[in-house]
DNA sequence: AAGCCCGCCAACCGCATTCGC
DNA sequence: GGCGAATGCGGTTGGCGGGCT
């Protein structure tokens, strides 16, 4: 993001004009009277000139493709874009407001119900036998949102600090937290949760057979994508697992 | 045939970020 | 450190074309 100078990327210069390249603008706006704005001119290269771009239909392996980045990354167009190559992430944003994202919320609808009841029921009960976190003990109700886990409290009489603790905020940031709301887990990379690095030993999610911790903060998934560790973890089936199994592939650590 | 509706997609817009001066 | 320029990003808008009535 923001500004990058002096480097070339796929054989585009960035940085700062150069005044023969001003030149070269000049003239060529002097000759053809192109009357666009610097911002125009730049997105219609980015999105439609620009050489190895590809034109007509996502594929249904694109298809896959972005939903299966989106249910990792969210609206991250750009990351996207980067991974499905001749795509534009203007061209993937479209696809998905247009055909992806109605279809995506009518599958979720209908998984949403039998799967979450599943996984609660298999999950949970071990959150509920550890002494360390009563608030879970009472966890007997259930709400949907974002693809995720949620685990609602019941019992508001939990002791506050615990709770805190267990979202990974200080005892006095109270103000995002909700009476009743325990843990979210789960639902893509925009977690509640997020890692104090004090008493709690806080690997509170650790994807099966992966190295690293996503929503702990401790990668940022920016860099996560350009790494070597992504490719492996692209290649091989996990990332399928991860997301199709959504909490089913997680190990509870807490 | 004409009008309307709707989906697709290119383009626009505002904001954030980074860098050079 | 402040400021402007350059660039990136994501949400939104608007035009166009095809299908339907």
């Not at 350009?226 to 089913?248: A, V």
Request: one cysteine or more.
């Amino acid at each position: 993001m923001g500004r990058y100078a002096g480097f070339e990327k796929g054989g585009l210069k960035k940085g700062t004009w150069s005044a023969c390249e001003d030149q070269v603008l000049k003239d060529y706006v002097k000759k053809h009277g192109l009357k666009r704005c610097g911002k125009s001119v730049r997105l219609r290269w980015l999105n439609y000139l620009r050489p190895g771009i590809k034109r007509g239909k996502i594929t249904e392996d694109e298809k896959d493709l972005i939903i299966r980045m989106h249910k990792l990354l969210g609206n991250r167009w750009s990351l996207i874009a980067g991974r499905i190559p001749g795509r534009t992430d203007n061209e993937i944003k479209n696809y998905w407001n247009s055909i992806l994202r109605k279809n995506v919320g009518e599958e979720k609808e209908r998984e949403s119900e039998v799967s979450r009841n599943e996984i609660i029921k298999e999950n949970l009960p071990s959150l509920a036998e550890d002494d360390g976190h009563p608030h879970l003990t009472k966890c007997d109700e259930v709400l949907g949102g974002g693809g995720g886990l949620d685990c609602f409290a019941s019992d508001v009489n939990v002791e506050e600090d615990h709770r805190h603790r267990c979202l990974g905020r200080t005892s006095t940031d109270t103000t995002t937290l909700s009476p009743g709301v325990g843990v979210e887990i789960g639902g893509g990379a925009n977690q509640d949760i997020q890692p104090t690095g004090d008493d709690l030993n806080y690997n509170a999610i650790t994807w099966k057979d992966s190295i690293m911790d996503l929503n702990g903060g401790q990668l940022d998934i920016s860099e996560f994508l350009q790494s070597d560790d992504f490719s492996t973890f692209w290649d091989s089936d996990r990332l399928m697992n991860f997301e199709i199994g959504g909490c089913s592939t997680m190990n509870y650590d807490l």
